[in-house]
């Protein structure tokens, strides 16, 4: 699997952005999806998870109620829709696919994931 994450930008605080992640996966495969991100000097953090079917999602208490996890899978398609966005939202944001179908809250981990993207910047000044 193939992961091409697009949408990064330079936003100032309160502003949004809408990232996307366009997968390149087997038909009849079922992926669970999810963003992390990673600020400079600190480890990598999840950010939100959406199961393959899209019918449950998970996300960080510092995102939640501003970030939306959505997916198309006629378009094998993952986005992020983040609203009043924050200084410290500034990172590397990835995405990432898991291949056993689980459920989004069991895809909170770096180590829950089989494939990873090449990452998209996100700047939000103050």
């Known amino acids: 699997v193939q992961l091409q994450a697009s949408g990064g930008g330079l936003v100032q605080a309160g502003g949004s952005l809408r990232l996307s992640c366009a997968a390149s996966t087997r038909p009849a495969r079922k992926y669970g999806m999810g963003w992390f991100r990673q600020a400079p000097g600190k480890e990598r953090e999840f950010v939100a998870a959406?199961?393959?079917?899209?019918?449950?999602?998970t996300y960080a208490d510092s995102v939640k109620g501003r970030f939306t996890i959505s997916r198309d899978n006629a378009l094998n398609t993952v986005h992020l829709q983040m609203n009043n966005l924050l200084p410290e939202d500034t990172a590397v944001y990835y995405c990432?696919?898991?291949?056993?179908?689980?459920?989004?809250?069991?895809?909170?981990?770096?180590?829950?994931?089989?494939?990873w993207g090449q990452g998209t910047q996100v700047t939000v000044s103050s």
């Open positions: 990432a696919a898991e291949s056993a179908a689980r459920p989004a809250e069991l895809l909170r981990h770096i180590r829950d994931y089989d494939y």
């Open positions: 959406i199961s393959w079917s899209g019918t449950t999602t």
